[in-house]
């Protein structure tokens, strides 16, 4: 079942294209990673999806039931604030607040998703711990669980492993496969790490301004594009 779909979307900056025409579809499911060089507008792709920045021109579709507020979204961790005083469990119930509506306080069940994804993370004895006091890892776990926390069908991760020692590194890759294949959430990963792309997605986007390739991972590693990379 598809929950997003790209047609014909541009995107610019002072009138210079970051992408253009960008065509592919995120079914249900999926685990899908955007790979390219820097500067081929992985991360611009993202933020399109998200509404960060207006299209140019084209379409994004989140099809129905896929609504904005099914999505969740982890930034670059450089991109983040480590310095705000609030404790691992208010950022993380954080991730509820596009999903109380009308209801302006958090509720039971906004609460135990909160929980529950702490525990997913293993970071539930960090709960009442300032975010600030704790190491890269545990800060890249918390800011992940409230990104699940808002996630209902998909979760989109921009080099949600940049920065990271190795063992977390991997920490964190295995979590998200956890998420995609025993809970059936949806992710969309912007990568650097191409061998771990093709170890982990069922699908790549290779992206240098436009669409290069897109399709499932195998076709992939078999591709000009893929093949260029990879040996790269």
């Given at each position: 079942?598809?929950?997003?779909?790209?047609?014909?979307?541009?995107?610019?900056?002072?009138?210079?294209?970051?992408?253009?025409?960008?065509?592919?579809?995120?079914?249900?499911?999926?685990?899908?990673c955007i790979v390219g060089e820097n500067g081929a507008g992985k991360s611009t792709v993202i933020k399109g999806l998200l509404?960060?920045?207006?299209l140019k021109s084209g379409k994004i579709h989140l099809i129905p039931p896929m609504t904005r507020r099914d999505i969740?979204?982890?930034?670059?961790?450089k991109n983040v604030r480590n310095d705000f005083p609030a404790s691992v469990y208010e950022v993380v119930l954080s991730g509820r607040l596009s999903k109380r509506?009308?209801?302006?306080?958090?509720?039971?069940?906004?609460?135990?998703?909160?929980l529950e994804s702490m525990r997913q993370l293993n970071i539930l004895d960090l709960k009442?711990?300032?975010?600030?006091?704790?190491?890269?890892?545990?800060?890249?776990?918390?800011?992940l669980a409230r990104a699940i926390c808002s996630a209902g069908k998909l979760l989109v991760l921009d080099e949600p492993v940049a920065g990271l020692d190795?063992?977390?590194?991997?920490?964190?890759?295995?979590?998200?496969?956890?998420?995609?294949?025993?809970?059936?959430?949806?992710i969309v990963m912007v990568s650097h790490d191409i061998h771990?792309?093709?170890?982990?997605?069922?699908?790549?986007?290779?992206?240098?301004?436009?669409v290069q390739?897109?399709?499932?991972?195998?076709?992939?590693?078999?591709?000009?594009?893929?093949?260029?990379?990879?040996?790269?």
């Amino acid at each position: 079942m598809p929950l997003v779909a790209f047609e014909n979307v541009s995107i610019s900056y002072d009138g210079v294209y970051a992408v253009h025409d960008v065509n592919f579809t995120v079914e249900a499911g999926d685990y899908l990673c955007i790979v390219g060089e820097n500067g081929a507008g992985k991360s611009t792709v993202i933020k399109g999806l998200l509404s960060l920045v207006p299209l140019k021109s084209g379409k994004i579709h989140l099809i129905p039931p896929m609504t904005r507020r099914d999505i969740g979204y982890l930034p670059q961790y450089k991109n983040v604030r480590n310095d705000f005083p609030a404790s691992v469990y208010e950022v993380v119930l954080s991730g509820r607040l596009s999903k109380r509506g009308i209801f302006p306080f958090y509720r039971k069940k906004d609460k135990q998703a909160a929980l529950e994804s702490m525990r997913q993370l293993n970071i539930l004895d960090l709960k009442d711990k300032p975010y600030c006091d704790l190491s890269g890892g545990q800060q890249q776990r918390t800011l992940l669980a409230r990104a699940i926390c808002s996630a209902g069908k998909l979760l989109v991760l921009d080099e949600p492993v940049a920065g990271l020692d190795p063992k977390v590194t991997q920490e964190m890759y295995d979590i998200v496969k956890r998420l995609n294949q025993q809970q059936g959430v949806a992710i969309v990963m912007v990568s650097h790490d191409i061998h771990a792309a093709v170890l982990y997605a069922n699908k790549i986007l290779h992206m240098d301004q436009t669409v290069q390739f897109f399709g499932s991972r195998d076709d992939y590693v078999n591709s000009a594009p893929g093949r260029a990379f990879l040996k790269g």
